[in-house]
């Protein structure tokens, strides 16, 4: 996960620690909003890998070269 995720996902788990700390009506409030907050986080992160993955995999492809080597440069790259 990255740092900002990882922050906004530790001041959603201390906002339900605290709910608990009151124990009043907060935690109704406070769970849903927190179990919210928490998948969209994941979401997103999961969004970035899935972009991240693919933009790697267009790059693979890319490099890719279409070469044609002359009989010389095969006997030269072959391994003796």
Do not use: N, Y
């Not at 969004?47 to 009989?71: C, I, N, P, W």
């Amino acid at each position: 996960m990255s740092p900002a995720s990882l922050i906004i996902v530790a001041f959603l788990v201390a906002l339900v620690a605290m709910s608990f700390s009151f124990a009043g009506g907060a935690v109704v409030v406070v769970l849903p909003v927190a179990f919210v907050g928490i998948a969209v986080v994941g979401l997103l992160d999961i969004r970035r890998r899935r972009e991240q993955a693919q933009s790697v995999q267009h790059l693979r492809e890319e490099a890719k070269a279409d070469v044609e080597f002359t009989g010389r440069d095969k006997e030269t790259l072959s391994s003796q």
